[in-house]
């Protein structure tokens, strides 16, 4: 009854922000014809090569996947990693970052291999996208000179900001990267004598997932599967930043933007992402948003289209291929729901 109360309630108040923008932007003039031709107008064809860019992302990400699956799973399938990552970011989109959960748990069933081992090789997936967009960061910084941003005390102020919180995640991702390398070690030996005090039984049964969890690492202790792996995710990040590029050519108040200004909308648009509500998204429409209209000057017509039209591209076109491929392997939407909740405790 409480549960249900909650969700009611979460609901209630997901509405209220719903409708209180709708409100604001209605009592702030918003031009909805302008925001419906912009959409409308687009060029067809720069938008059809922003879609086939986006797609092959996807694709490198299941390629990168099976890196850090083979040490661990010799005979697993490419096409088997492909079908779970469309429905585990199909997931995403439904439940939020809680269906995060998904991807790795389906690759784990697929492949007969044990859940922590692939919430580890999640975790290396997440630490190499990090460093991408820092790296995404630090080029974009580069060339705000050469972009179309009007310089301004407030303006320096947020980019020296973004450099320097870029540059402390960078850090601290590639120290994190070698203390998963070294877990094998005395980490992984003193994290299990910090835990004498627990009952056997409990203890054993982490010391098992701690060992599952370690295998998930293998990938990061060969050089030539560590050098594949950022070589994957420099490719998925150039063909996401490509997509990006050519959906702003697509877009008619965005077609004058250089490709330095959408590599510096991309490095805020990659943090924004981070949070991501279930079935509308948040964050990195929001950030697109802003950073459209306070660096570039678009209308908030303009600049919400290109918002909506970021986040379709970059997680809703997945959705069709995701449910269709759960329902070919007999996957319900329901018991994805318990599969994420049972998944989080058998961590």
Not at 14 to 31: D, E, M, P, Q
Not at 224 to 229: F, K, Y
Not at 272 to 278: A, D, F, I, T, W
Request: proline share 3%.
């Amino acid at each position: 009854m409480k549960k249900r109360l909650g969700i009611l309630l979460i609901a209630l108040l997901l509405v209220a922000g719903i409708a209180g923008g709708i409100y604001r932007w209605r009592t702030s003039g918003f031009h909805w014809a302008e925001f419906v031709s912009d959409i409308r107008n687009m060029d067809r064809w720069w938008l059809s090569l922003s879609l086939a860019l986006m797609f092959s992302a996807y694709v490198i990400r299941a390629a990168r996947w099976m890196v850090m699956l083979r040490p661990v799973s010799p005979t697993a399938r490419f096409w088997d990693v492909l079908s779970a990552t469309c429905i585990g970011f199909t997931a995403v989109v439904f439940f939020g970052r809680a269906g995060e959960a998904v991807r790795p748990y389906l690759i784990a069933a697929k492949s007969e291999t044990a859940f922590s081992s692939q919430i580890a090789a999640w975790l290396v997936e997440r630490i190499l996208d990090l460093l991408m967009i820092v790296i995404v960061f630090a080029v974009a910084l580069t060339q705000v000179a050469h972009s179309s941003i009007q310089p301004s005390p407030k303006m320096d102020a947020t980019l020296h900001t973004a450099g320097y919180l870029g540059a402390f995640l960078g850090v601290v991702m590639v120290l994190f990267l070698v203390g998963l390398e070294r877990f094998k070690g005395n980490v992984q030996k003193r994290l299990l004598s910090a835990l004498e005090f627990l009952p056997n039984r409990v203890r054993m049964k982490i010391e098992l997932y701690l060992a599952e969890f370690e295998k998930g690492m293998e990938s990061l202790r060969s050089t030539t599967s560590v050098l594949l792996m950022l070589g994957l995710s420099v490719l998925d990040w150039t063909a996401i930043a490509a997509s990006f590029v050519y959906l702003a050519r697509a877009y008619p108040a965005t077609a004058d933007l250089s490709v330095s200004d959408v590599v510096i909308l991309l490095g805020f648009v990659a943090f924004g992402s981070v949070l991501q509500l279930p079935g509308i998204g948040g964050g990195m429409q929001i950030v697109a948003a802003l950073v459209l209209t306070e660096f570039y000057g678009l209308t908030l017509e303009a600049a919400s289209g290109f918002a909506l039209l970021l986040w379709v591209i970059s997680f809703v076109i997945i959705v069709p291929f995701g449910v269709v491929l759960a329902f070919h392997e007999g996957i319900k939407w329901r018991s994805l729901k318990d599969l994420r909740s049972t998944s989080t405790a058998e961590i």
